[in-house]
Antibody, heavy 125, light 107 residues
Framework: QLQLQESGPGLVKPSETLSLTCTVS??????????WGWIRQPPGKGLEWIGS???????YYNPSLKSRVSISVDTSKNQFSLKLYSVTAADTAVYFC?????????????????WGKGTTVTVSS | DIQMTQSPSSVSASVGDRVTITCRAS??????LAWHQQKEGEAPKLLIY???TLQSGVPSRFSGSGSGTDFTLTINSLQPEDFATYYC?????????FGHGTRLEIK
């Protein structure tokens, strides 16, 4: 059974870079059936998609964060990573990594079908 | 971006009740719509995809319907473990977007 595990610092200073890694176990990140992504949830609020990436690259980002975010894949380690630059208190949230089940070029879709447990990141000096 | 509007934002119900939650997309998404359940302090969990297909292991008291812009999630015979927050998610295109959530509380 596929599992996702987030790791990274729980506290980041304002203006610095938030860096998280998601380790995939029980399956290969190089599968052609999935995208991999990050979703966050500020305290007491709803879910915000940050971005997603295919195993070979080609990331998609939320336009609201596009200027500050980078998502990459390391197939040799079966991991993918998130970098969010120039963080502020508004970036304080639980960050989830996730797997997206995708369709074909004839019938496309992007369902979040597996979630990591989430990791809390606080932005504070 | 496709905006997802859920209603109600919260609902109170009793064990054994039937509850319906609605989700409206700002543009047509076909049946590319998922429902996720999130319990307090936990990660969300996929319940339904394709608007009406139950994810493996999800009890049959959950059902989904709809297409285009209007969708519903129905829970029959509520069980104690069903009290949670429910989110719809459009799977039509990037950026992925979620509804703001419906909190299902015990009456």
């Amino acid at each position: 059974q596929l599992q996702l595990q987030e790791s990274g610092p729980g506290l980041v200073k304002p203006s610095e870079t938030l860096s998280l890694t998601c380790t995939v176990s029980g399956g290969s990140i190089s599968s052609t059936t999935y995208y991999w992504g990050w979703i966050r949830q500020p305290p007491g609020k709803g879910l915000e998609w940050i971005g997603s990436v295919y195993y070979s690259g080609s990331p998609y980002y939320n336009p609201s964060l596009k200027s500050r975010v980078s998502i990459s894949v390391d197939t040799s380690k079966n991991q993918f990573s998130l970098k969010l630059y120039s963080v502020t208190a508004a970036d304080t949230a639980v960050y989830f990594c996730a797997r997206l089940l995708i369709g074909t070029s004839r019938y496309f879709y992007y369902y979040v079908d597996v979630w990591g447990k989430g990791t809390t990141v606080t932005v504070s000096s | 971006d496709i905006q997802m509007t859920q209603s109600p934002s919260s609902v109170s119900a009793s064990v054994g009740d039937r509850v319906t939650i609605t989700c409206r997309a700002s543009q047509a998404v076909g049946t590319r719509l998922a429902w996720h359940q999130q319990k307090e302090g936990e990660a969300p969990k996929l319940l339904i995809y394709g608007a009406s297909t139950l994810q493996s292991g999800v009890p049959s008291r959950f059902s989904g319907s709809g297409s285009g812009t209007d969708f519903t999630l129905t829970i029959n015979s509520l069980q104690p473990e069903d009290f949670a927050t429910y989110y719809c998610q459009q799977a039509y295109n990037f950026p992925l977007t979620f509804g703001h959530g419906t909190r299902l509380e015990i009456k």
